[in-house]
């Protein structure tokens, strides 16, 4: 059995149907067609990923920095000496304060005479050694400063203090005022031996 032209089961109807179904577009009609769903543009994908990749990369920056500028406050509470935490902040501030004044002006002298790569690259590199510097740190021990006033106290009584409370667990440095009548103690958070300090500033407050 031969097929002439058409398939077997294909008749005129089935034909007129298809062609009134499948009929082609006026070129107004592919007009609004188009209007009503425009294509997307993949420049206009690339803003929008790099848009948000700048927003994100802004929100770590400031997460982090946030983070830094209440833990540094705090690690050089630790490091510093109970006598010298105020000069030590002191010396803190005014080197972030110069820090920000010397890189304004060397970012802007960078920008001015070798372009925004260049201040860019600068900063990378500088925080490459920042990087490098802060991997060799070490976590600094978890103290706090106690103070006790014990009256006013003799030559004699302050150095019996200096010689005797650093020998207490716990103690890390030991500072006293013999004009105020006062005893700074830097001990660590947990386990340092209260009770024994106690006792041997009563017996030093108590002329014993």
């Known amino acids: 059995m031969h097929k002439t032209g058409r398939q ?5 109807a089935e034909d007129g149907e298809a062609n009134q179904r ?23 994908v690339i803003a929008v990923q790099a848009a948000v990749g700048v927003v994100a990369a802004l929100f770590a920056y400031f997460v982090a920095f946030n983070i830094l ?31 920000l004044f010397f890189g ?7 920008a001015q005479h070798h372009g925004y790569g260049v201040v860019f690259a600068f900063c990378a590199g500088l925080m490459l050694v ?9 976590p600094p021990p978890r103290v706090k400063t106690q103070m006790f006033h014990v009256g006013p106290l003799s030559e004699e009584s302050t150095r019996r203090l200096l010689a005797r409370l650093p020998v207490f667990a716990g103690v890390e440095a030991v500072t006293v005022l013999p004009e105020e009548g006062a005893v700074l103690l ?3 958070q947990t386990g340092w031996d209260e009770e024994g300090v106690r006792h041997l500033l009563s017996q030093i407050s108590e002329g014993g």
């Not at 077997?8 to 005129?12: C, E, L, P, R, T």
């Not at 500028?69 to 002191?90: D, F, Q, R, V, Y």
């Not at 304004?104 to 960078?110: C, D, E, R």
């Not at 920042?130 to 070490?138: D, F, Q």
């Open 69 to 99: 500028e209440a833990t540094l406050p705090s690690l050089i509470s630790k490091i510093a000496p109970p006598e010298a935490k105020g000069t030590a902040m002191g010396v803190y501030n005014t080197s972030q304060a110069f820090g």
């Open 8 to 12: 077997a089961g294909w008749d005129d």
């Open 22 to 44: 499948f009929k082609p577009l006026t070129r107004e009609e592919a007009a609004a067609l188009r209007a009503q769903e425009p294509p997307v543009s993949p420049w206009r």
């Open 130 to 138: 920042w990087l490098v510097l802060a991997a060799r740190m070490v």
């Open 104 to 110: 304004g002006v060397a970012g802007g002298w960078l």
């Open 186 to 188: 830097k001990v660590a």
